[in-house]
């Protein structure tokens, strides 16, 4: 069964630090997610992409996130620096077309710990 | 999307049915209900949809109300391995994001 990888599994760093996380979504799909999960609560959108465009950011904080797709393939999310409340874990999704819920495929996730 | 409430946590005993319930009382007549779950440090993952009739497939049974207000999740026979947070959530499709709450964390005991 297709999977969605992410890399790392898991990620310490120091505050105001810089880190990368890395996702390579199903093969042919087009959107791409990339979600926040905060210990006990349920996952919240950051970013979506549809090919290389950004569709929606709104929920991304843009003075330290960043994110791309530059060719509409794998994606990657970065944090600088990084600060103590970003400790969560980050999920990426995929699916063939915007909206198709049950065709949304998530990663594992990587858990970033800030210290 | 509209709101949707769950309890924050059950307990079932193993080979027992589990029904988790979801209340979506300002739920839209062109938003489907549907289910998620998430077992401990992995990614969510697809359950079930539904929009007015009942639904099953290998994994669930989905009881919608007739008035679309409320939803019933049902794991016929759940083992310890559906231990897991579940997710309900009303959705449009389309371009809108998929919004998730806090969920139901179930607990399936011997």
């Known amino acids: 069964e297709a999977e969605v990888a992410q890399s790392p599994r898991y990620k310490i760093t120091e505050k105001s630090q810089a880190v990368a996380f890395w996702c390579d979504p199903i093969?042919?799909?087009?959107?791409l997610y990339w979600y926040r999960q905060i210990l006990g609560q349920g996952p919240e959108l950051l970013v979506q992409f549809q090919d290389e465009s950004v569709v929606d950011d709104s929920q991304l904080p843009k003075d330290r996130f960043s994110a791309e797709r530059l060719k509409g393939v794998d994606s990657t999310l970065k944090i600088q620096p990084a600060e103590l409340g970003d400790s969560a874990m980050y999920l990426c999704?995929?699916?063939?077309?915007?909206?198709?819920?049950?065709?949304?495929?998530f990663g594992s996730g990587t858990r970033l710990t800030v210290v | 999307d509209a709101k949707t409430t769950q309890p924050p946590s059950m307990d079932c005993a193993e080979g027992r049915a589990a029904n988790l319930p979801c209340n979506h009382s300002?739920?839209?007549?062109?938003?489907?209900v549907y289910w998620y779950r998430q077992i401990h440090s992995q990614g969510p993952q697809y359950i079930i949809h539904g929009l007015k009739n009942n639904e099953t497939n290998e994994m669930a049974s989905l009881i919608i109300t007739e008035d679309r207000k409320s939803s019933t999740l049902i794991l016929p026979h759940a083992t310890l391995r559906d231990t897991a947070v579940y997710y309900c959530i009303a959705y449009t499709g389309g371009g809108n994001k998929l919004t998730f709450g806090t969920g139901t964390q179930l607990k399936v005991e011997l």
């Open positions: 999704a995929s699916s063939s077309r915007p909206g198709q819920l049950y065709g949304y495929t």
């Open positions: 093969s042919g799909h087009a959107t």
């Open positions: 300002t739920i839209s007549g062109n938003e489907y």
